[in-house]
């Protein structure tokens, strides 16, 4: 019996593609992008929406959101890898759209921002759950190509985020901002339930690391504060570095817990591989660099162009649409013959586009010839570095430790977000922008986009030769 009953269950398992896990679990991820990119383009609408509050609280509209997300990403990863992927997947998509109804139907800011605040612990932890399930259900050999088309689809979704925003708030006001994400949950919800299968392997239960959870969330959720908030007349300095402090001393006594406690929330034994650590610290970098582009082009076409915002989000589509063949053709290239060289080239060509937007477009608008072409390049560098940094921080880490490998690095990009948007706000949010503000910021892009590519000298995923 025990040898007959795995040739009954073999034949099935080779007969089942894994491209359907792929398109539930993408699908998820797609909502977390297109939500965060939409409502860029519907800040406006919801500061009209909300008269009596004051800019300073609307910001924590996304703010809050962020910084959230941010905490939650690594400790969802070590829920989904102790309680179940799938189980974790299918509650964070739930209270994702729970979250996205209240949001729409919020009659105060406080309301909304709390709202935002459970969407936020949704997202968290559907993201790391969703990538985790796509690298299980697909053999070493496919995984560097169905990462790199995982990123394509959150690419996607940043591509029709600002415009799609852009038209829904014109059209149908601001909550519908939100009330698009249920259907496309539902839909996710409704085929995840049917189709996914748990992949987490172990027999033996793993204890939550609540401590090690606990000053994680304290340690991240206090430094990404005193980031955001840095500029904030509701703070004082005193109290920013207060916040501050408490960040890094949570986070000191996060990493020496990780190193005594039986079952840590983090394996610190991660960052002992170099390729893992590189892939994280150039992940930062970068994530600095793609936040600060990012915010200084609604800037730019705001400030020294006058587009309106719904110009602005038709404008930037063709930069983040490219990102998604590059990336479909640097996840084939990365299976065979390793991340390296397309994250070192694309990080070399994103300071290229760095310099493109420093040097080129001036103060009249002239966007076929001095704004696309920075587009194209920006695109295709993010298409060839941000799926790769997805794919070479998995590459190498045994099947226990995807959700939470992958967790770390992504939370390390959205703290890289935090960073370029308090560091873009700080130098182009006064009152009158100049064409000439914008150099620095370009400046720290491309110096930025330089430190990527030194980091990603020091990645090796390149596959084994196959015996012949």
Not at 9 to 17: F, K, L, Q, V
Request: net charge positive; charged share 10%.
């Amino acid at each position: 019996m025990s040898i007959a009953t795995p040739v009954a269950i073999e034949p099935p398992a080779r007969r089942t593609s894994p491209w359907p896990v792929f398109w539930v679990a993408s699908v998820a991820a797609f909502l977390v992008s297109l939500d965060s990119t939409m409502l860029y383009a519907a800040f406006g609408a919801l500061r009209a929406g909300f008269p009596q509050a004051t800019a300073a609280d609307m910001s924590w509209v996304l703010n809050a959101y962020t910084v959230v997300y941010a905490a939650m990403l690594i400790p969802a990863g070590g829920l989904a890898d102790t309680h179940g992927r799938k189980r974790v997947f299918l509650f964070g998509v739930t209270l994702f759209i729970a979250a996205s109804a209240a949001c729409g139907l919020a009659g105060s800011v406080g309301w909304l921002i709390a709202a935002r605040v459970l969407q936020a612990v949704g997202a968290a932890l559907l993201t790391p759950a969703s990538l985790s399930i796509v690298l299980a259900a697909f053999p070493q050999e496919k995984r560097a190509l169905t990462v790199s088309l995982w990123g394509a689809v959150a690419g996607f979704a940043a591509a029709v985020g600002p415009s799609l925003g852009s038209l829904v708030v014109e059209t149908v006001g601001w909550p519908w901002a939100f009330f698009i994400n249920l259907p496309i949950g539902a839909l996710s919800l409704w085929r995840g339930a049917a189709l996914l299968g748990e992949s987490t392997r172990s027999t033996t239960p793993r204890k939550v690391d609540a401590v090690g959870m606990a000053l994680l969330i304290v340690a991240v959720g206090a430094i990404a504060l005193a980031i955001v908030e840095s500029e904030s007349p509701a703070w004082t300095r005193t109290q920013l570095i207060g916040a501050a402090a408490a960040g890094v001393i949570a986070l000191v006594a996060f990493v020496i817990w990780a190193g005594h406690a039986r079952d840590p929330l983090v394996d610190l034994g991660l960052f002992r591989h170099r390729t893992y650590s590189a892939v994280n610290a150039a992940t930062l970098s970068f994530g600095i660099a793609f936040a600060t582009m990012f915010f200084a082009f609604f800037f730019y076409m705001g400030n020294v162009w006058h587009y309106s915002q719904a110009q602005a989000g038709l404008a930037i589509a063709p930069g983040p649409l490219t990102v998604i063949p590059v990336a479909i053709v640097t996840g084939r290239l990365a299976g065979r013959i390793g991340h390296r060289p397309f994250l070192v080239g694309g990080a070399l060509l994103y300071a290229a586009a760095g310099l493109w937007f420093m040097l080129v477009p001036g103060t009249e608008p002239a966007y076929l010839t001095h704004w696309l072409p920075g587009l194209f390049l920006s695109g295709a560098s993010v298409g060839m570095v941000l799926p790769s940094l997805s794919g070479a921080a998995v590459s190498k880490l045994p099947a226990q430790h995807y959700a939470v490998g992958s967790a770390v690095n992504q939370a390390t990009r959205q703290i890289g977000a935090v960073i370029g948007v308090a560091i873009t706000v700080l130098l182009l949010g006064h009152g009158v922008v100049q064409r000439s503000d914008f150099n620095a910021v370009y400046g720290l892009h491309i110096g930025l986009a330089l430190l990527t590519a030194f980091l990603c000298l020091f990645v090796n995923t390149r596959p084994a030769p196959r015996p012949s």
